[in-house]
């Protein structure tokens, strides 16, 4: 499933371990939250970086303690449908200022790439190949933005006000 | 919604695989030779469960040519005709019961 | 009528275009079912028994003349020459195919509109009062702020996948003609002491298999706080909402699961923090939403101008005015519904013809504007009073003059099994019986104002639980079989109605509900006492008793 990250399919670092598998001696790790939260300091301790893979069924405030010193936050979309993800990465930008890599994981195809990107999300596992590489093209598709996100885009509502305000100017 | 193919299959007699064509939406029928006619005279007849969901699946997996199969009863008379089962299926097969505007 | 700028048209040519490339991809193959079922929902395509059905938005019911010819022009073209009309103020085509639908689009953007979020598990077409702007009385026109709630509810990138659809409705009249207490979030316009504009909020109401009327989460949102309001709103949904199981997927079942109180702290827990951020909406920007809107340059004129007051000759044309013609707030106007629903017919339909017959008296008389009513009825809505002879004169010819608005012929019914493949039983021969069977315009009269609605399934899509009279269609045994409730209301006394019996089999409807009417004709106190507070006063079962006695 390739990764795209910075608009572009890339190498991903990080190795993905499930609840009870043993920890590799150095190299960046994404780990389930469970396991994080119960080994938080032993995992930031170790060479190499730590991501959180974290349920979209849980409260994304628990994790606001560590967001300082984690590299990746992955959230899951379990289908295309659920669209719980993207409440959880408008929070973790907009209201804990997390400036870490926020990955999109589970289902994730072209058609929730722009949604994506308004909410948050800089990188995306995606399920299929033409999707990934179709990523540039398909994140210009909208020009236009109704309502505000935290992705500092000028919604349509403001850029009318700046096109108002400069006919103004001059007569 | 559940999948069709989790669905419990209650086969009562005949049953066809029905479904609509996916460029533009025409009611059609799975046929015996893997493709789909819009003539119920052309459907392949499962009798049992088992015969019906491998022709579901079959249909399942074939999306490009139509979507929402599912299972419909017919009725089959002494001339062999293939007739609609119930009254859904007979609206699907004639149009609406009513007089269109136009 | 709201004037699309460039950045509006900007976005709808982007969300056509997108869905040109999804349809491809889907044609081709590349998109299976299951991955673009929720695309085409999204841009309002459904699958019917027959065909594709196409749901076009038509924003808080307000249309253009040239818009209405482009929907006459998509019927034509695209579909069998006819659309109808719904409960939710959109319109439908049933025959459409998907092939052609990218180019269905494009022809609609021409002149603004869109299907944009007409389906699916997102925000759906923000309802409003018909009369909007026109109606005497009416605290401010609610459509600004309905187009304030479209733009930011519009491919919204945190809530287009939500548990379930979500439907606002707004008014702004003490009688709410646009149900607001059976949406997911009701809106009544207010002022408060100062005179500012704001919103008493109610939040889970809903038909659907378990009907719930809405419950007040908020007094009072000042207007600047309404669109972070609706944002924490949608946040608690959108987090909490159930996803296991689509039956109990919508708000008004979050609401009924954790009781309203402790969903209106959640929620203002979560507005607390949003409340005075970008969401906050500036003076500014309502007014230039409100500029955009443009209002008709009304004339002066008398009360009663001599056309109207030789036309009262005619028995005919008195009798539709005193029907279908109701009072504008400037004097010389009227507000003119146009039933959709001829003795015989089906209920909200329209043929192209009359589409484009329509468009040109709304130029002729109304300024160019038509509206879309939640009865599946249309309306002129700046109508000057000496037209109406003239514009009656017309609407006969056309078929659209049936003098039975709000009474027992003007049926609100949902396409049923003719159409959709979620019904269980058929909805649209047993209105046209009941249009029979209560053809004569003297005893539709007499009966008074009585609300009959119909649904194929217990889906509720003719809004069954909140008819005067609500039948519900069902199957048993291969049969189509209907219940039947009396003594609901949609309006602002919003009440679910009750069931008087045993479900009885298609060719006994009509003649049950012709029991019913003669039971309130024999029990109401006065000949002003309508059906419904017949029933409120006297319950069910005097009702029952007379439709059963003889079954």
């Known amino acids: 499933m390739p990764l795209v990250n910075g608009g572009k399919i890339a190498d991903d670092s990080f190795v993905k371990l499930a609840v009870d598998t043993p920890l590799p001696e150095g190299g960046d790790i994404l780990v389930p939250a469970e396991r994080f939260l119960s080994d938080a300091d032993a995992l930031l301790k170790r060479a190499g970086k730590v991501g959180v893979i974290w349920p979209n069924n849980r409260d994304i405030a628990e994790l606001v303690p560590y967001l300082g010193k984690i590299a990746v936050v992955a959230l899951v979309f379990p289908n295309f449908r659920d669209g719980r993800a993207y409440s959880q990465a408008r929070l973790l930008r907009e209201r804990y200022n997390y400036r870490g890599e926020l990955r999109a994981t589970g289902q994730v195809l072209r058609d929730q790439f722009v949604f994506m990107l308004r909410a948050g999300f800089d990188s995306f596992e995606v399920k299929k190949q033409a999707d990934a590489e179709a990523f540039m093209q398909t994140a210009k598709r909208y020009s236009v933005f109704y309502q505000p996100t935290g992705d500092g885009r000028i919604t349509a509502l403001h850029r009318r006000m700046q096109l108002r305000h400069s006919e103004g100017v001059g007569t | 919604m559940t999948s069709p193919l989790q669905q419990k299959l209650k086969i009562n007699g005949s049953s066809v695989v029905t479904a609509n064509r996916t460029w533009d939406g025409v009611v059609v029928y799975r046929t015996a030779a893997k493709g789909w006619s819009a003539d119920l005279a052309d459907a392949a007849i499962v009798r049992n469960s088992d015969e019906a969901k491998t022709l579901l699946a079959e249909a399942v997996a074939d999306d490009v040519g139509a979507i929402g199969p599912y299972i419909a009863p017919v009725q089959v008379d002494e001339a062999g005709k293939i007739l609609p089962g119930n009254l859904r299926e007979q609206i699907r097969r004639d149009g609406v019961t009513i007089d269109l505007p136009v | 009528m709201y004037a699309y700028d460039e950045i509006d048209r900007t976005l709808v040519n982007e969300r056509v275009s997108e869905f040109r490339d999804q349809v491809q991809r889907r044609l081709s193959g590349e998109l299976t079912e299951d991955e673009f079922k929720m695309l085409r929902l999204q841009n309002g395509v459904y699958l019917q028994l027959h065909a594709y059905m196409f749901r076009v938005a038509i924003p808080y019911g307000t249309l253009a003349s040239n818009q209405l010819r482009q929907l006459a022009h998509v019927a034509r073209k695209y579909?069998?020459?006819?659309?109808?009309?719904?409960?939710?103020?959109?319109?439908?085509?049933?025959?459409?195919?998907?092939?052609?639908?990218?180019?269905?689009?494009?022809?609609?953007?021409?002149?603004?509109?869109?299907?944009?979020?007409?389906?699916?598990?997102?925000?759906?077409?923000?309802?409003?009062?018909?009369?909007?702007?026109?109606?005497?009385?009416?605290?401010?026109?609610?459509?600004?702020?309905?187009?304030?709630?479209?733009?930011?509810?519009?491919?919204?990138?945190?809530?287009?996948?939500?548990?379930?659809?979500?439907?606002?409705?707004?008014?702004?009249?003490?009688?709410?003609?646009?149900?607001?207490?059976?949406?997911?979030?009701?809106?009544?316009?207010?002022?408060?002491?100062?005179?500012?504009?704001?919103?008493?909020?109610?939040?889970?109401?809903?038909?659907?298999?378990t009907p719930f009327i809405g419950k007040t989460i908020k007094h009072f949102v000042h207007g600047r706080d309404l669109l972070s309001y609706i944002e924490a709103i949608l946040r608690v949904y959108n987090q909490y909402g159930r996803r296991d199981n689509i039956y109990k997927a919508r708000i008004k079942i979050l609401v009924h699961e954790l009781g309203i109180e402790k969903f209106s702290r959640e929620v203002e827990e979560e507005w607390q923090h949003i409340r005075n951020s970008s969401l906050q909406i500036d003076d500014e920007v309502i007014e230039d939403i409100r500029s955009r809107f443009i209002y008709p340059a009304y004339e002066k004129l008398p009360h009663m101008p001599d056309e109207l007051r030789q036309a009262a000759a005619d028995p005919d044309f008195e009798a539709w005015r005193k029907n279908s013609v109701a009072a504008h707030k400037n004097q010389g106007y009227s507000i003119v519904t146009i039933s959709l629903k001829p003795i015989g017919a089906p209920p909200g339909d329209a043929t192209a013809e009359q589409m484009d017959a329509l468009a040109d008296l709304a130029d002729k008389y109304s300024f160019g504007e038509i509206r879309v009513g939640h009865e599946q009825n249309l309306a002129l809505p700046h109508v000057a009073k000496r037209d109406l002879p003239a514009l009656w004169k017309a609407l006969d010819k056309l078929g659209l003059a049936t003098p039975n608005v709000n009474l027992i012929t003007d049926i609100i019914a949902c396409p049923g099994l003719d159409y959709c493949s979620l019904a269980n039983a058929r909805s649209i021969p047993i209105a046209q019986e009941l249009t029979r069977r209560f053809a004569n315009h003297e005893l539709a009269n007499l009966i008074g104002r009585l609300h009959i609605n119909i649904s194929g399934c217990i889906n509720a899509c003719g809004h069954h639980h909140v008819g005067h009279i609500g039948i519900l269609g069902v199957e048993k045994n291969g049969e189509e079989v209907y219940q039947i409730t009396i003594g609901g209301r949609a309006d602002e006394s919003a009440a679910l109605g009750n069931l008087i019996g045993p479900g009885v089999k298609f060719d006994e409807v009509a003649d049950v509900v012709e029991d019913i009417v003669e039971a309130y004709l024999a029990l109401r106190e006065r000949p002003e006492e309508l059906f419904v507070d017949t029933v409120k006063r006297l319950g069910v079962e005097p009702f029952k008793e007379r439709v059963y006695a003889t079954r």
């Not at chain 3, 702004?172 to 008493?200: C, M, P, Q, Y």
């Open chain 3, 79 to 209: 579909d069998r020459g006819y659309g109808h009309f719904t409960t939710r103020q959109n319109i439908q085509f049933n025959w459409i195919k998907l092939s052609d639908l990218p180019d269905a689009l494009a022809d609609l953007a021409e002149v603004g509109i869109h299907a944009m979020q007409t389906s699916g598990n997102n925000m759906r077409n923000v309802t409003s009062d018909q009369w909007a702007g026109v109606a005497p009385g009416e605290i401010e026109d609610p459509r600004i702020w309905s187009e304030l709630i479209r733009q930011h509810t519009t491919l919204h990138p945190e809530f287009s996948f939500l548990p379930r659809k979500f439907k606002i409705a707004i008014t702004a009249s003490d009688h709410d003609r646009a149900a607001i207490k059976v949406h997911d979030i009701g809106l009544r316009l207010i002022k408060n002491e100062k005179g500012e504009t704001g919103f008493e909020v109610l939040v889970g109401g809903g038909l659907g298999r």
